[in-house]
Each structure stands twice: as C-alpha cells, then as structure tokens.
C-alpha cells in the first residue's frame, strides 16, 4: 500500500446538504477522484453532485499521486523536500487540492484529500481499495491531460486490474461511461 505524504484533511458538508443526500443510514457512495490539476476535480464533482441529486449520499476521496522518490544511491546525496523545487512541488501540490477541496466544499460534497507517492496505476488502485471506494471517476475531456494518458491504455489497465472497484469516466456535465477494457 502507498504511504501517505500528507495527512487526510476531513472537511464534511454541512448539516442541510447532509439533509437532502438520503435518509439516516443510508450506505455512502464512496468515490475515487484522481486529480493531476485543479480543473480535474470540475468532472468528478459533477458526477458526485449528480449522485445526490438523485438522493444518493456521497463522499469523495481526492487523490494526487506524485512520482514515486527514487533509491538513493550509497554516498550520493539526494534532494529533501526542503530544499527549492521538492518544496514548491508540494506547495504547488497542497495548494491544488487546497482548491480542488474548496470546489468541492462549494458543492456541499462532503471529502478527504489524499497525496501519494508512487506508480500511478497501483497507486490508485491500491487507495481506492484502502479506502473502500466503490467508484473511480476520471475526467473524460478531451482537452485534459488525464484522456490522453489514459488513452494510452492506463484506464483500461485500472478497469482490468480494478479490485471491485468501477472505473468510469465523467464527461463536463457529470455523466458518466464505463472505461472501453
């Protein structure tokens, strides 16, 4: 399992939201928000959104997975993560999904946020399996980097070696595909 770099920020939606997403008891949909930049997050909380329209309750788990830090080579210095590009890297990377939250806080979804060093397809498999998510959303734009790489065959990849887990893109309006396998 990937360990974390940043501790899970909770933020809950408030008490009226939580009002209108179902009755009390009700099973949460869990979903997987891989986010690369800011932008991504518009498709997937949409797709959420969409789901509590339709009375079902939500919870969103937001997801960057940064690369995974290579193996310092005896007697060869590395660089940490305070010293220059390590740090702004991860102040880039906080103030994103800082953004990515506040977007989703506007929608009334309740979410976590999460960042997670290592290769991006067992990445996000994995977290998806650690944190019981029945749904991973992927922006489906043509415009966004995510297509163009899971195009290459990476979606497909995360929809065969999914452990339960439905992989499905969501377009601009909040409508979702299954991942072509």
Aim: aromatic letters at 4%; a positive charge; glycine letters at 10%.
């Amino acid at each position: 399992m990937p360990a974390s770099r940043l501790a899970p920020q909770r933020t809950h939606a408030p008490d009226s939201a939580a009002d209108t997403c179902g009755q009390p008891g009700q099973a949460t949909l869990q979903l997987l928000l891989p986010v690369k930049r800011t932008s991504d997050i518009i498709y997937g909380a949409r797709y959420a959104r969409r789901m509590q329209e339709w009375g079902i309750k939500v919870r969103v788990s937001l997801l960057h997975v940064t690369p995974a830090p290579s193996r310092q080579t005896e007697g060869v210095p590395q660089q940490s993560a305070g010293d220059g590009v390590g740090s702004m890297l991860d102040a880039a990377t906080q103030q994103m999904m800082h953004e990515a939250g506040l977007y989703l806080s506007r929608s009334r979804i309740d979410f976590s946020t999460h960042i997670f060093a290592g290769e991006l397809l067992f990445t996000i498999l994995d977290t998806a399996e650690l944190l019981g998510c029945h749904e991973v959303i992927l922006p489906a734009h043509r415009h966004s980097t995510w297509p163009r790489h899971f195009s290459g065959g990476l979606a497909g990849k995360l929809a065969r070696g999914s452990r339960g887990t439905t992989i499905l893109l969501a377009n601009h309006e909040g409508v979702s595909s299954p991942v072509p396998v």
